[in-house]
């Protein structure tokens, strides 16, 4: 979504929403952050949350009325249109990968994560592989000195290049990097028409890139890398109203088993999200299904914030942000909900 589409969307989002973002702020009676989480949410709770494939899974599952009650959805998703909205006071909690909440921190937001979704056997089932341009020859990390690679700062994907330069004992000095936008088939076009030599492409890109350039000598490479975090994260602010933040202790349990009906329903999945609501081919949502594994959702986010510190250190090297504490960005309440709410089925 542009910035021009966003910003009405915001303005509307925070028409519906109100003032409830900020009843906390101004509320004496705030739940402190330490405090237990409550777990009954009272009647006239609302939170707005934007987790688009979540909804569709809810809704296909037959659990959509049970958090229809205190959800308002939202069509948005991702570090930027998160942020915006965080900051208009429109969105209590948002789907991401990794770095978004990262970004969010340096930035002046205080945001927390609550849920945290990765995948087994990680290396096999990346989200990225490192896309090559057609006549380009990228076989090893080491190829890639000189080369014009594609980075997109604050996001996924712009992480990873840095990790992934770091891996292969290079700087950024030893590289071009340029600076583009990771939506869309952004980062494919730009391989095919040979503005960047290397570029990390995501999801179904990568099957259509190759489909489509790969005779021309389009391939792509493995980063052997971990790029396989996702989060739900929200501001502070909506964690210290007691209503809300009951209200997504409830919405990190549903996600929680939603996330496992997806995984035991692929047939299901691929016709009502990748057919019907994304627009994709049954022969690529299949080929999404098989290379995304199974998913793993811990009950202890150890090793996870072990992972993010590295990642931290690692963005405020090469960006002179402050380094941050990855487990400042957790807040712990909400270690065990989504994988004790699959245990149990839904609650």
């Known amino acids: 979504m542009s910035r021009k589409r966003l910003l009405p969307a915001l303005a509307l989002l925070a028409f519906v929403a109100g003032c409830g973002a900020n009843a906390a702020a101004d509320d004496s009676a705030k739940l402190s952050l330490d ?5 009954a949410v009272p009647d006239g709770a609302k939170i707005v949350v934007g987790d688009p494939a979540t909804e569709v899974a809810l809704k296909l599952s037959g ?10 959805f939202a069509n948005l998703s991702g570090g930027p249109q998160t942020t915006e909205a965080f900051r208009a006071h429109a969105l209590d909690l ?18 927390k994560i609550v849920a945290s979704k990765f995948r087994q056997d990680p290396l096999n089932h990346p989200i990225y592989k490192l896309g090559v341009a057609p006549g380009v020859s990228v076989k090893t990390f080491g190829d890639l000195r000189g080369k014009k690679i594609a980075y997109s700062p ?30 869309g088939d952004v980062y494919a076009q730009a391989l095919a028409g040979k503005q960047v030599d290397v570029a990390p492409i995501g999801g179904v890109q990568i099957k259509r890139y190759l489909a489509k350039y790969g005779k021309d ?31 997504i202790r409830a919405y990190v349990a549903a996600w929680g088993v939603a996330q496992e009906w997806i995984d ?11 057919v019907k609501n994304q627009g994709l081919s ?7 299904v098989d290379n995304a594994g199974h998913p793993d959702i811990p009950a202890d986010w150890s090793d996870a914030i ?37 245990k149990g089925g839904a609650k």
């Open 35 to 39: 405090a237990p989480l409550p777990t």
């Open 63 to 72: 659990q959509y009325d049970k958090v229809s009650k205190y959800v308002q």
């Open 94 to 111: 948002g789907s991401v990968a990794e770095i978004p909440p990262i970004h969010a921190t340096w930035t002046g937001l205080h945001v």
């Open 154 to 183: 604050g996001q996924a994907q712009g992480a990873l290049i840095l990790k992934v330069l770091k891996k292969a004992g290079l700087t950024k000095d030893d590289v071009k990097l340029v600076e583009l936008p990771s939506t």
């Open 217 to 247: 000598g389009a391939s792509t490479i493995d980063h052997g890398l971990r790029d396989d975090a996702g989060h739900l994260y929200g501001p502070v602010e909506s964690l210290e109203d007691p209503a809300k933040a009951a209200a």
């Open 264 to 274: 035991k329903h692929p047939k299901e999945w691929i016709e009502g999200y990748y």
């Open 282 to 288: 049954a022969a690529d949502g299949q080929w999404l």
């Open 306 to 342: 072990q992972r993010q510190q590295e990642t931290i250190e690692l963005l405020a090297q090469e960006t002179g942000n402050k380094v941050i504490e990855a487990k400042d960005l957790y807040d712990l309440r909400f270690q065990t909900v989504a994988a004790d709410a699959i």
